[in-house]
């Protein structure tokens, strides 16, 4: 595709719900992001995936989060027994290597989610 | 701690001003540096990077930034702005190839006529 995407772009749960989150990275790359951004502040990163491997997770908050890209293309975030802290957007990005070794990250827009 | 600082939370600023919004990363051997704009409701956009070469970067819009490895310094300049700038934008650093991006708090500026 042209970009990255993610869907959906906003999510309402209630406490202890368990969500779904979703991102279509730019065809071919290799490499994809997800990250939190909590309202007024900057992004912070969870987890990065190589192709189908998840090469580091040290930014996931808790166990009830976990993440998978079973293919190398899609990846879920998943969300489990949400709680109000979880309240934020979620950034997926991706990136390739190529042109030049630059490894730009495209984002997607975004889903915010609302924990009620 | 790999950190980075944005020092100013708001910038105001009139039309056709200069503007400079600035950041500092914790020193490292080596750093990719990265600005990027967020308009309201949507995702990241880059507007300049520093990778390599000379310590002066151009990007899109207009904006341009100086990688100062001295002071661990890669502030963001326009010499003048309009009011479509009127966004948050971020600063980024990168300690390694193909790694995560550590994001500043971001600063919002706002443009008036």
């Known amino acids: 595709g042209a970009g990255v995407s993610q869907s959906p772009r906003y999510k309402v749960a209630k406490r202890g719900q368990d969500v779904a989150l979703r991102c279509d990275p730019i065809?071919?790359?290799?490499?994809l992001f997800w990250y939190q951004q909590a309202l007024g502040q900057g992004p912070e990163f969870l987890t990065y995936f190589q192709n189908e491997a998840q090469l580091d997770k040290s930014g996931l908050p808790s166990d009830r989060f976990f993440a998978e890209r079973p293919e190398g293309s899609v990846s879920t975030l998943k969300i489990q027994r949400t709680q109000q802290e979880d309240s934020a957007v979620y950034l997926c990005a991706s990136s390739s290597p190529y042109p030049g070794g630059s490894y730009e990250q495209y984002f997607g827009p975004g889903t915010r989610l609302t924990v009620t | 701690a790999q950190s980075v600082t944005q020092l100013d939370s708001q910038v105001p600023v009139f039309e056709e001003a200069p503007v400079e919004l600035r950041c500092n990363y914790s020193s490292s051997v080596s750093v990719y540096l990265f600005w990027y704009v967020q308009y309201p409701n949507q995702g990241l956009q880059l507007l300049l990077k520093y990778l390599s070469g000379s310590t002066l970067v151009k990007g899109i819009n207009g904006f341009e930034a100086e990688f100062n490895k001295s002071q661990t310094s890669f502030h963001l300049r326009k010499p003048s702005v309009h009011i479509s700038d009127t966004a948050e934008y971020f600063c980024a650093v990168r300690y390694n190839q193909g790694g995560k991006l550590i994001f500043g708090q971001g600063t919002e500026l706002s443009v008036k006529p």
């Open positions: 065809s071919g790359h290799v490499s």
